[in-house]
């Protein structure tokens, strides 16, 4: 009998956490809870998996992250800024994105020469930019709208290295750190 | 009383998805025939690890009904490739050629954007390619942009090309 009493309230214990008071208001809560995460993880806060080199040291392989999609609500993107960016800017969510930083902005002239990025004739200061760098390549002039976006790691060939231009609606968010 | 509500809100649920699905699935629309058969795509360009050198060549030349007899495919990928690919004998050698010499090979044809005619025969779609190669850690990804046509009920691709995401 004694033993009885004891594993009754113990057992009322664990079903009111697992389950609460109520099992129907339980069930609408789980299912307010899984949508709003749903909504949250796929507008607001995006989870990504970092995969490729082009931004290291910044950014390691395999690295767990969330896109901020709110990012640019306010402000438009700004120079320095790492972006994640769509392949196809008509994807609304996209399963895959590019992370780059942009480092020029509309209406600039982007060039490299001897491994420095050029912003309209000047010598960008780039202390995020790790490795050696050769890359050298002709002034290109951003339209309206229009940012180059390049990965940190610049050791890699310029061939091989995803950059260029995105347009404003390419750019997603900003990685959250 | 409540509790046979909510069990009657779940089932008129259910049985509304059931018949969403039921209709999808009988009455496809156009746009997911071409859905339908982009996948199939990836999955027959995908090499199997161990997949005999027949069923290599087999999955080849079943590669190629998925485009027309006079498709082309067009392959820019600055400083890596460039080549152009006209009609299926063409692409047969080249998909023979890339499948010989790899082991695996996993291929995926991620967000999909399918844009009909309005004549209902023609469409255009863009999608990212994502090919992942034994031994890379890294996915080759690549955006591509096809036309298609309807032959005979059925949807191929009439010209193919890489598109740059950056340009």
Same mark, same amino acid.
């Given at each position: ?19 609460? @008071? ?6 609408? @809560? ?20 970092v995969n490729g080199i082009s931004m290291l040291p ?17 402000? +438009?993107?700004?120079?320095? /800024? ?96 | 009383?409540?509790k046979r509500w909510f069990l009657r809100l779940v ?34 360009a995908s090499i199997a690890p161990g997949e005999s050198?027949?069923? @290599? ?18 392959? /820019? ?21 890339? @499948? ?18 309005? /004549? ?19 996915? +080759? ?27």
């Open positions: 009998m004694q033993t009885v009493e004891a594993a009754v309230p113990q057992a009322g214990w664990i079903r009111r956490v697992l389950i609460g @008071r109520d099992f129907k208001l339980t069930l609408v @809560r789980i299912v307010i809870w899984v949508a709003l995460l749903w909504v949250l993880g796929r507008c607001v806060l995006v989870p990504v998996r910044t950014y390691q392989q395999e690295g767990r992250n969330f896109v901020n999609r709110l990012a640019y609500v306010f402000h +438009e993107p700004r120079r320095g /800024d790492v972006v994640a960016i769509r392949l196809d800017p008509h994807v609304r969510f996209p399963h895959l994105l590019y992370l780059k930083r942009v480092i020029g902005l509309p209406g600039e002239t982007i060039s490299f020469q001897e491994g420095h990025a050029y912003v309209d004739g000047e010598q960008l200061d780039e202390p995020y930019v790790k490795y050696p760098c050769h890359w050298a390549h002709e002034p290109l002039k951003l339209g309206p709208g229009e940012y180059y976006v390049v990965g940190d790691n610049r050791s890699m060939a310029w061939e091989d290295h995803e950059h260029g231009i995105a347009t404003r609606g390419q750019i997603v968010g900003q990685p959250i750190w | 009383m409540v089932l008129v649920a259910v049985l509304a998805a059931g018949a969403y699905w039921a209709w999808q699935f009988l009455f496809p629309n156009q746009e997911q025939l071409i859905r339908n058969e982009l996948d199939s795509l990836a999955k027959a050198a027949l069923a @290599r060549l087999a999955k080849a030349q079943g590669l190629t009904t998925y485009f027309t007899t006079n498709a082309q495919v067009v392959v /820019d990928i600055p400083g890596r490739i460039e080549r152009t690919l006209n009609g299926r004998e063409e692409l047969l050698e080249a998909a023979g050629g890339a @499948r010989a010499s790899l082991h695996s090979l996993n291929v995926k044809l991620l967000d999909v954007q399918v844009l009909l005619g309005p /004549d209902k025969q023609s469409a255009d779609a863009s999608m990212t390619l994502e090919a992942t190669m034994p031994g890379e850690s890294v996915p +080759e990804v690549q955006q591509v942009k096809a036309s298609l046509t309807k032959v005979g009920g059925e949807w191929l691709i009439q010209h193919a090309e890489t598109v740059r995401a950056l340009r």
